[in-house]
């Protein structure tokens, strides 16, 4: 099952985090990998780690939000069966706090990165007969979440483009659905955590891990082994969909 052999799978966001776990997995399902990041260096480490598996992979650098950056890298991949859109920023704060430089940083990375990478990967995916596409949304996208104006405005946007991309492309053998983790053990986490809380570091990351009625946050991984899944053949009849992948965040919290 998950048989990937002969595809090509594009991860943007792949130097670190839920994007490296991707690329690690949709790897190890066979699938050729190209890492696209703004990261050089990270994304040469994963390829390198790819590597050590016996599997194919390749460092593209590239700013999500630069479209020409995009069309330029996709068309140089040319046949692209998979594209996992996964580069995103968080952000912290209320939208009276939200500077507009903060604001359009956010959105030119989450909702203009998604849209560039989208628009770069359709032509090619209708050219070749098809493709799928999976999308990085976040609980945000369905319930307010304190201090995540700008955050939750971009992944707000992300949902809509992808039921939106479903609908319009489903003629054309393009699936398109999104995953929308809660919180997931990542560098980020770790960095925020440090920055903000140091030496109540573990304290935090305890009290943040409770909010999920499962007791702890994701690790990247899990969150790779369903997006594994709905890029697979297995997934052929699932289209225009939403996973949450939350620990029960979403209908458990009461």
Do not use: W
């Not at 991707?22 to 390198?48: C, H, I």
């Not at 859109?85 to 030119?108: C, K, L, M, P, W």
């Not at 989208?118 to 098809?130: D, R, W």
């Amino acid at each position: 099952m998950f048989d990937l052999k002969n595809k090509k799978a594009v991860v943007t966001g792949a130097g670190s985090g839920i994007g490296r776990a991707v690329a690690l997995t949709l790897a190890k399902a066979g699938s050729e990998v190209f890492l696209v990041d703004y990261n050089r260096d990270a994304a040469e480490q994963v390829v390198f780690e790819i590597g050590e598996t016996g599997n194919i992979a390749t460092a593209k650098q590239a700013d999500v939000s630069k479209q020409e950056e995009l069309v330029s890298i996709y068309n140089e991949i040319g046949n692209i069966d998979i594209l996992v859109n996964s580069a995103g920023i968080s952000h912290i704060g209320q939208v009276t706090n939200t500077s507009e430089a903060d604001f359009d940083r956010v959105y030119s990375v989450n909702v203009k990165g998604v849209y560039n990478s989208l628009f770069a990967a359709i032509p090619l995916m209708q050219k070749n007969g098809g493709g799928v596409i999976v999308n990085m949304a976040s609980i945000a996208s369905h319930v307010g979440l304190a201090d995540r104006f700008a955050y939750s405005m971009s992944k707000g946007a992300v949902y809509a483009m992808t039921m939106s991309v479903a609908k319009d492309y489903i003629k054309d053998n393009i699936r398109c659905n999104s995953v929308s983790p809660a919180r997931v053990h990542t560098p980020f986490v770790d960095g925020f955590l440090a920055k903000n809380y140091p030496g109540k570091e573990a304290e935090m990351f305890a009290k943040l891990s409770a909010t999920q009625p499962i007791g702890r946050m994701a690790v990247p991984e899990e969150i790779a082994n369903l997006i594994c899944y709905l890029v697979s053949d297995e997934a052929s009849f699932i289209t225009g969909t939403d996973y949450p992948i939350d620990g029960g965040f979403l209908k458990l919290n009461s």
